[in-house]
């Protein structure tokens, strides 16, 4: 695992869990509100895994006058997630396109393990991480990474808690660093959102998001 202090790093930088439940802000799990494009390889359409009301102050980092709420896609259902995935936000319309999605594997889930499309919606709401959800050194790691997947589904902003640091989280349209906004994971052993039977074994997607291109970025990595 990376051996980055992230607990001094990141001290500054606040960050959140996203779990069920509801606020004031529209945060949520699944649903379609936004035209997803149809996945290149499985031909099924993309997930829309969660959606966040930008709104919402405590995302300020991701604030733009362009977009009122950020959509973080992905196909569960084949190995096109294994590999960088890159979406282009078009607002005005709800649509997205895809830039980037070149899979290897060409590898389908079985029909009756599939993952529903869309995702069943329900209510998300940010929560103030807890001292454990920052490893202060390599020992800690361990701890947080158990707490995550187990214990929430979803971090925001903060620490992105990396299993390995990126090669590149550069836009591909400007070149830009884009901005970490989440990382999600799900254990097979906890059922952390009521309304599917999600599992994403020793997966861990990373989202990424460039304000000034409206393109979001996914990466996935392994435990």
């Given at each position: 695992?990376?051996?980055?202090?992230y607990?001094?790093?990141?001290?500054?930088h606040?960050?959140?869990?996203?779990?069920?439940?509801?606020?004031?802000?529209?945060?949520?799990f699944?649903?379609?509100?936004?035209?997803?494009?149809?996945?290149?390889?499985c031909?099924?359409?993309l997930?829309?895994?969660?959606?966040?009301?930008?709104?919402?102050?405590?995302?300020?980092?991701?604030k733009?006058?362009?977009l009122?709420?950020?959509?973080?896609l992905?196909?569960?259902?084949?190995?096109?997630?294994?590999e960088?995935q890159?979406?282009?936000?078009?607002?005005t319309t709800k649509n997205?396109?895809?830039?980037i999605?070149?899979d290897k594997?060409?590898?389908?889930?079985d029909?009756?393990?599939k993952t529903?499309v869309?995702?069943?919606?329900?209510e998300?709401?940010?929560?103030?991480?807890?001292e454990?959800d920052?490893?202060?050194?390599?020992g800690?790691y361990?701890?947080?990474f158990?707490?995550?997947g187990?214990?929430?589904i979803?971090r925001?902003?903060?620490a992105?808690?990396?299993?390995?640091?990126?090669n590149?989280?550069s836009c591909?349209t400007?070149?830009?660093?884009?901005?970490?906004?989440?990382s999600?994971t799900?254990?097979?052993?906890?059922?952390?959102?009521?309304v599917?039977?999600?599992f994403l074994?020793e997966m861990i997607?990373?989202?990424?998001f460039?304000?000034?291109?409206l393109?979001?970025?996914?990466?996935?990595?392994g435990t």
């Open positions: 695992m990376i051996n980055e202090p607990g001094q790093h990141w001290k500054g606040k960050g959140f869990r996203a779990i069920e439940g509801s606020d004031v802000y529209n945060h949520r699944g649903g379609q509100e936004w035209n997803v494009p149809k996945c290149q390889l031909g099924e359409d997930h829309q895994i969660l959606c966040f009301d930008l709104k919402d102050d405590r995302l300020s980092e991701l733009t006058s362009k009122e709420e950020l959509p973080l992905s196909c569960l259902n084949c190995s096109t997630l294994w960088p890159l979406f282009q936000l078009h607002p997205v396109t895809i830039l999605q070149n594997q060409k590898w389908v889930q029909e009756e393990y529903p869309p995702l069943p919606y329900t998300f709401k940010l929560i103030n991480t807890v454990e920052i490893p202060v050194n390599e800690a361990y701890d947080t158990d707490l995550f187990q214990e929430y979803c925001v902003l903060g992105p808690l990396y299993v390995e640091k990126p590149d989280i591909s400007c070149n830009q660093d884009m901005k970490y906004v989440s999600v799900h254990d097979f052993e906890v059922d952390l959102v009521s599917v039977n999600l074994g997607i990373y989202f990424y460039c304000k000034e291109c393109t979001v970025k996914t990466e996935v990595q």
